[in-house]
């Protein structure tokens, strides 16, 4: 399971982040920053044409040595990232993928709730038990 | 990766270049020595050849040579150590550090506009001396010596001799077996002779001949004869001479740089006298020691590199030496004209094309007919090994290859290696075609072997070669370069290799614009064994990264904070620090707060290691200053951190201005400034003004109402006209206030500002010594004082100009928003500005901590925060509506003014709760606290009714002995029993206008109408309940003014002063007076006041619901107040006189009232109840009344008071009409009920009393004390025509029956002997009285018109005799008699009411017809006798 998920807003701000807390977060900071660059890059190298039927899931965007980065695009530009562990062999893509498909599920949901200033940062209970479903459980 | 000076071609061929050995004579070097040199350096600014060189290749091709560069250096017999290169890598990296000024471009990618050195010189510094320094080793040839030089002089006594010497030397060296290191590339290595003859010394005759005697020697190509030292050293002051050694010698140069950046210097000192103690070592030993193990590489170390071939004879080189770190460094080749320089020029092209290319040339072509020669037998032999041994072979080999890989050696001679130096040779002379295909020959034959060192080798130079082809016949070979460095590194485990192959790879790379391969290339040559490395090539790959097509930002952002991380892990905290600057611009305020603070963090820590504690506090602060995300604990380091770094800041520099502090946040918008002093709200029964307080929030409503008090208090001053120049006193600015002006703040009275600080972090913070910082400027011009003088010691000022209260301790939790009032006291007057606060930070430690102890913490830092204020925006003009723009904001700035009076005010025995209409008496008392006198006293308020102080009639009547002791607040007179007293007064004497205005502005009677300095004046005040039930907030402000009147220069002086008070009373029910007024029937007898008799009802209820407190009410007195009416007698029985009234009781009075003449002043007419009297005409009671009537008499319709006397001219009839019928039952009397009520708190008895009004209007209808709610107000309708005015009504057919009144007078019982005399006949007398000021006509109808049978049954046996309808004219107020006579035939009783009257106004015709009287039943007894 993921180590790391992030949301990013469009401005490419955080709009949140966690981490398993075994973990050095700054680390995982740096990493999704880092891996913004290749958001940008996989999003402008699709044609300006092909906009509207992209393919929001980017697939893998870097390997670390330690560590393989996720990327996913919203059609708003925001973007979702999920660090997972280069060890962990069980997740394949199609893994991958449904976790972004559930992760913008829930994303939409925070984003209908009226109460939900867009833009802010997220602080909703049901997006983070979605979260923590997708994370390594801490023992 | 970032630009460099060269490009990539030149740096490519300058990495290889022909290396020359030099072996000079121990006299060759003492006359180089000269010139601050060896002769290696002296050649070397002149290695590079500007002419072409030409040579023909193996198939007999001319090939031209371009810029060809060669490398002349002393013979080093030791491979280069490797901790030594280490460090002089190390050294030269920070020695070379960005320049001041140094031209960054802006790089904008996205929304980033990022600042980034476009050049890396210390990059490019470490790359060519690593690229000097490489060992030689033995799979390549490229940095062999190819050639030696050998340097003797003209002055040696046999220079022959000596050049056979080091002939000797060089071939001991190449060819003995004591020294491995020094690698040569051909066997028979070319050695020149060199005679160097110094023009200044020596004889050029005998030089010549020397000269001549070599060559015969040696031969003419392999000699030359080089003059230099064409002058003595000492050089004119006015003489410049280029010095084209400074750029070559940077080694020499860095300990100079490292001396003038100011950071070593004790360092350097050491530094010399460690390499004298060395030298003299050396000196003293004879054997060959390196002299580069000393512990610092510097520029004597150079210089020492050739003296241990030269056995050192005596001590001239060393005092040369010793002389040298004096010396400056600028006097490198003083002894050289420009004629000298170009003599070595021609020297080294002379040595380049006659030497050099011919000897290379000679080389080439052996090497290739070696080849030639033995490529038949090879290939023959290789094909025919296959043929007969191919299936076993193969095995073999792979089995060999683990163990091969790396460590497989050929020898020396062997037939690769000769491919390979026939490659490397053409290679240096730039013939890359023909290398290309020797290195491409060179690495199949490796690679067949698995020698991969060499196949590795072979494979690189191939690459670069390919590159380098004019004309590029061939794409670049990056994968070439990729296997090349990936066999070095892993196979071989050789990590220079590895560097250098990347090195130039990705410089290739890079001019390919293969930025993203660079990138990934430099990334993987990073390793754990090298942090210096690792550092440099993680920055040029972050310099890749932005330099993209697409600029990725965040990537470079990342690997410079990485190529950081190592830089401060190498050392170079310099760089390091560049490093994360540089990464601080992607990073900052985008959000990623947690990576900010790491670098912000970091660059901190660096910075202060740096000593550049400005910057380290800089980048702490803004860890503090954001709403960090960190945890407690770190930010708790981060602030300790923060506070040890600041102060060992503050300590560094005393002097100027105290730097600013982050911590805690200040909410400047919310700062509030208070004039004035502190208040002391109650002391014992005294009760202060409540005034202004900081507590109090604003309110824009109540301030709205004080400012409309003043502004009436003010107007009535100024004679009714409000000064165009008014402004409200404010004596609280917050910023809901209006701060464009400058306040004024008076000498001696405190100024308290109120701060609000928030603590945005998770730990607590302590402030001490808090105080405010501000900037006087006195009156007298020119004489300006900055309190800025007295940041470091508020406690200088103490006494002098500006008190400045210090708060000791101020203690804050985590995130928690606080307020600090802070107090100035002014003692001059002049200009004030409050700047910021000034205090002492720091930070709890964690151990709990005991008060007092925590100063011994030591971690408090002094500084200051500015407190600045943005005015509000704006939003007059079109302009400032278009444009953002603020106005100023002056809250902090007050005028001082000179002494102004300044009153309090006291109230004793004000109570809190009272009953409806209780009159309570209380006193108040004024206090003049300021030096200066102080007059026009006043007070105003919504409120009148509220309160009084009494009037100047006041002692009209004795007062009873006693009463004051009764503590009654009325005044009471003794008197007999039941006897109405009637007084009149005037309404001016209870500062009542006498047009009705409303009397809000009272004037306070000061004895002397002055209050002296520190006077004080008790004056009494009666309040008054007031008659709606509930909590009463009423707002009294106090006006006052200086009793000197001075004519002041300075812009605005408020004149006066205010001084607020708002009474919170609670008022409870008591009872409820209800009032209706009759016209009485009964004609009097007197004549005078036949027509004006009226009754007065007066119905009072118990409402009070406390059935506890409050036991019963008693009515003592009720007084009645008109101008025409005044009460007669009481009607009541006598028994209850002394009328009671418990809970829920209501009882009836009754009074007769009958007009009086008396018309010029309200007369007050008394019934008293019980005695003794109360003079209701006096203090308190009138003083209500008058008060209370005002608002009810302003609601009146103002016709009424005129319509009489002057009936409009064009108006419709019936308004004047109605007016007509109105004024008739009209009444205008004012009825005062006075009462006591008996009420019990705290087991005691308490009398209380009150007075009630009900003003009477109207005959007939109820008027109450209670005023109703006025619905009718509170809901009005918008509308937006305008109303039609609602048509007259007609006078109502009551107000029409007001006009007359019919009395009838007959016995009340007849006798009559019906027997005798059938009929009776009655006189009956109709009395007809015209109420009204018109004439009225009058119409009487006695027809006995029966209208139903009832009343046929029950008059039916009377008639009325004579003329039965009549029609008379009654002028106004006439009473008129009509005879009639009623005529019965039973006895019986009988209803004489019968008549009807129907009256109408004269001149109105049949406009309003009639109105009948209603008939109340006569009734009249006949009885037959």
Request: glycine share 4%; net charge neutral; hydrophobic share 40%.
């Amino acid at each position: 399971m993921a180590v790391c998920i992030a949301v990013v807003a469009k401005e490419n701000y955080p709009l949140y982040i966690r981490s398993v807390p075994s973990e050095n977060e700054l680390k995982f900071h740096y990493t999704v920053h880092t891996s913004l660059d290749v958001v940008e890059e996989k999003v402008s190298a699709v044609g300006k044409v092909l906009v509207d039927q992209r393919e929001l899931y980017l697939g893998l965007l870097y390997p670390t040595e330690d560590y393989k980065v996720y990327g996913y695009v919203t059609n708003s530009k925001v973007k979702f990232v999920i660090v997972v562990e280069s060890s962990n062999t069980s997740l394949r893509d199609n893994e991958i993928r449904s976790m972004f498909r559930k992760l913008h599920n829930s994303f939409t949901d925070v984003m209908c709730n009226p109460f939900y200033n867009p833009g802010d940062l997220i602080q909703s209970k049901a997006f983070d038990s979605v979260v923590s479903s997708m994370m390594v459980q801490a023992c | 990766m970032a630009q460099c000076l060269q490009s990539v071609q030149e740096f490519v061929q300058d990495s290889f270049v022909p290396m020359v050995a030099v072996l000079c004579s121990e006299y060759a070097e003492k006359v180089t020595r000269k010139n601050n040199l060896n002769f290696s350096e002296l050649v070397r600014p002149f290695c590079r050849l500007t002419s072409e060189g030409h040579m023909r290749d193996p198939n007999n091709q001319i090939h031209v040579v371009k810029n060809l560069k060669i490398s002349v250096s002393n013979v080093v017999t030791e491979p280069p150590h490797h901790a030594t290169t280490r460090r002089l890598l190390n050294e030269v990296v920070s020695a070379s550090q960005p320049a001041e000024g140094l031209v960054t471009n802006v790089i904008t990618a996205g929304d980033y506009d990022l600042n980034i050195s476009a050049t890396t010189p210390w990059f490019e510094a470490y790359r060519e001396n690593f690229l000097q320094s490489m060992p030689a080793s033995d799979h390549e040839f490229l940095n062999h010596y190819l050639a030696c030089m050998l340097v003797v002089t003209s002055h040696e006594a046999s220079p022959v001799d000596q050049l056979f010497k080091l002939s000797q030397d060089q071939h001991r060296i190449q060819h003995g077996s004591e020294h491995a290191y020094p690698k040569w590339f051909i066997p028979n290595t070319l050695k020149y002779y060199v005679l160097l003859h110094d023009v200044s010394e020596g004889d050029e005759q005998r030089a010549e001949s020397i000269y001549e005697d070599i060559k015969q020697r040696y031969g003419t190509q392999a000699c030359y004869l080089l003059k230099i030292n064409s002058r003595t050293s000492t050089l004119g002051p006015d003489e410049q001479i280029p010095d084209p050694w400074s750029q070559y010698l940077h080694r020499n140069n860095l300990q100079n740089q490292v001396c003038s950046l100011g950071k070593c210097t004790a360092a350097s000192c050491f530094c010399i006298s460690n390499l004298l103690l060395s030298f003299a070592d050396d000196v003293g030993r004879v054997n060959s020691d390196h002299p580069l193990q000393l512990d610092d590489p510097s520029n004597v170390a150079t210089h020492m590199e050739c003296i241990d071939d030269i056995k050192p004879p005596g001590t001239g080189p060393a005092v040369d030496i010793r002389k040298q770190p004096c010396a400056a460094p600028a006097t490198h080749g003083a002894c050289l004209t420009l004629g000298d320089h170009d003599r070595i020029r021609l020297f080294i092209q002379e040595f380049t094309f006659r030497g050099l290319l011919p000897h290379i040339e000679k080389n080439i072509r052996q090497l290739n007919d070696q080849r030639m020669s033995r490529k038949g037998i090879s290939s023959s032999l290789i094909s025919a090994t296959k043929k007969w041994f191919g299936g076993g072979k193969v095995p073999e080999k792979s089995i060999n290859e683990l163990k091969n890989t790396s460590g497989l050696l050929y020898p020396p001679e062997a037939p690769e290696l000769q491919i390979r130096k026939m490659a490397d040779l053409c290679f240096l002379v730039q013939h890359y075609d023909l290398a290309y295909s020797y290195y491409h020959a060179a690495k199949k034959d490796f690679l067949s072997d698995q020698a991969m060192l060499y196949a590795a080798g072979a494979l690189e130079m191939a690459a670069v070669s390919a590159f380098l082809q004019p004309g590029a016949p061939r794409p670049y070979p990056a994968h070439y370069m990729d296997t090349a460095i990936q066999t070095y590194r892993d196979v071989c485990k050789n990590m220079v290799m590895a560097e250098r192959c990347a090195l130039l790879s990705a410089e290739i790379l890079k001019s390919q614009a293969k930025y993203s391969d660079a990138a990934t290339l430099l990334i993987k040559m990073t390793s754990e064994d090298s942090d210096l490395r690792s550092a440099l090539l993680l920055e040029q790959a972050a310099h890749c990264f932005i330099n993209m097509r697409s600029p990725m930002v965040r990537k470079f952002a990342f690997h410079m904070i990485l190529a950081g991380h190592r830089f401060s892990k190498a050392g170079q905290k310099r760089h390091a620090l560049r490093c994360y600057c540089q990464a601080m611009q992607v990073y900052k305020g985008k959000g990623w707060s947690l990576a900010e603070d790491h670098i912000n963090f970091t660059i901190g820590r660096q910075s202060f290691t740096l000593r550049q504690p400005e910057n380290a506090v800089a980048a702490f602060r803004h860890i503090l200053i954001n709403d960090s995300k960190q945890a407690a604990s770190q930010q708790g380091a981060f602030l300790r951190e923060y506070l040890y770094v600041y102060k060992s800041v503050s300590q560094a520099s005393t002097e100027g201005v105290l730097p600013q502090l982050p911590l805690p946040c200040i909410h400047s918008f919310a700062t509030r400034v208070f004039f004035g002093h502190d208040r002391r709200l109650a002391e014992g029964e005294k009760q202060a003004a409540s005034h202004v307080s900081l507590d109090q929030e604003y309110d824009r409503e109540l301030s709205q109402q004080w400012r409309e008090l003043e502004e009436q208090v003010v107007a009535i001053v100024n004679r009714g006209v409000l000064p165009a120049a008014f402004q409200p006193t404010l004596y609280c600015l917050s910023n809901q206030t209006d701060n464009m002006r400058f306040p004024l703040a008076v000498v001696e009275e405190p100024i308290i500002v109120e701060v609000v600080f928030r603590n945005p972090l998770k730990v607590p913070l302590i402030l001490t010594g808090l105080s405010l910082l501000w900037k006087f400027s006195p009156k007298e011009p020119g004489w300006l004082l900055e309190g800025v003088l007295h940041l470091f010691d508020p406690q200088a000022s103490q006494g002098g100009l500006i008190t400045t209260e210090v708060i000791s301790e101020f203690h804050m939790s985590p995130e928690e928003k606080k307020v600090a009032r802070l107090k100035l006291l002014p003692h001059q007057t002049g200009e004030l500005h409050i700047r910021g606060v000034v205090y002492n930070l720091g930070c709890l430690s964690h151990f709990p901590v005991v008060a007092g102890s925590i100063f011994s913490d030591g971690l408090f830092v002094r500084g200051r925060q500015d407190l600045e204020i943005q005015g509000p925006r704006l939003n007059n003009t079109k302009e400032e509506k278009t444009s953002v723009r603020h106005g100023p904001d002056r809250r902090l700035d007050p005028i001082i003014t000179p002494p102004m009076p300044l009153l309090e005010v006291f109230f004793i025995n004000f109570p809190t709760g009272l009953l409806c209409g209780e009159i309570r008496k209380a006193y108040v008392e004024f206090v003049n606290v300021s030096k200066v006198p102080l007059q026009g006293l006043r007070v105003v308020s919504k409120h009148p009714e509220f309160f009084t102080f009494g009037s100047h009639a006041a002692a009209l009547t004795p007062l009873s002995p006693g009463a004051s002791e009764n503590c009654s607040a009325y005044k009471t007179v003794a008197t007999g029993r039941a006897s109405a007293s009637s007084t009149l007064v005037a309404p001016a004497d209870f500062g009542t206008g006498a047009d009705g205005s409303r009397p809000g502005v009272v004037e306070i009677p000061l004895p002397d109408s002055t209050l002296q300095p520190g006077a004080s004046v008790q004056l009494p005040m009666w309040l008054r309940g007031p008659d709606r039930e509930g909590v009463h907030e009423i707002n009294f402000l106090f006006y006052y003014e200086s009793a000197e009147k001075k004519v002041s220069k300075m812009r605005i002086v408020s004149l006066h002063r205010v001084l607020r008070h708002t009474a919170i009373i609670c008022a409870s029910r008591s009872l409820s007076v209800r009032a209706t007024a009759c016209r009485s029937n009964t004609l009097p007898e007197n004549s005078e006041d036949r027509n004006s008799g009226m009754l007065v009802f007066v119905d009072v209820e118990n409402i009070n619901t406390n059935e506890a407190g409050v036991r019963e009410f008693h009515i003592v007195q009720v007084s009645s107040s008109s101008q025409h009416w005044k009460l007669h007698s009481c009607i009541n029985s006598v028994e209850d006189k002394d009328s009671k009234l418990t809970s829920r009781e209501r009882g009836k009075l009754c009074f007769r009232a009958t007009k009086c003449r008396s018309a010029e002043g309200e007369s007050f007419n008394v019934q008293m109840l019980s005695p003794p009297q109360i003079i209701s005409a006096t203090t308190p009671c009138a003083d209500f009344f008058f008060r209370r009537r005002h608002p009810l008499e302003s609601k009146k319709p103002p016709m009424l008071g005129s319509a009489g006397f002057a009936p409009p001219a064009g108006h419709t009839a019936a308004e004047h009409l109605s007016n007509v019928v109105c004024r008739c039952s009209e009444v205008d009397l004012s009825i005062i009920v006075l009462w006591k009520a008996y009420v019990v708190e705290d087991n005691k008895q308490l009398i209380l009393e009150g007075q009630l009004h009900v003003a009477l209007q109207t005959i007939g209808r109820e008027a109450c004390s209670l005023t109703q709610k006025e619905e009718a107000e509170e809901m009005v309708l918008l509308k937006f025509k305008p109303d039609v005015p609602p048509p007259l009504a007609k006078p109502s057919v009551e107000q029409l029956s007001q006009l007359i009144k019919t009395n009838l007078h007959y016995p009340e019982s007849y006798d009559h002997p019906f027997p005798q005399k059938s009929l009776c006949m009655v006189p009956v007398t109709l009395m007809l009285s015209n109420c009204s000021l018109a004439e009225v006509d009058v119409i009487i109808d006695l027809r006995h018109k029966a209208t139903s049978p009832e009343t046929l049954e029950v008059h039916g046996s009377f008639t009325w005799l004579g003329q039965t309808q009549y029609k008379l004219p009654l002028r106004a107020q006439e009473v008129r008699k009509l005879r009639l006579t009623a005529c019965f035939i039973h006895a019986g009783v009988y209803n004489l009411g019968t008549p009807r009257v129907f009256a109408k106004l004269a001149e109105q015709g049949s406009m309003c017809e009639a109105s009948r009287q209603s008939a109340t039943p006569a009734l009249i007894i006949i009885n037959s006798v």
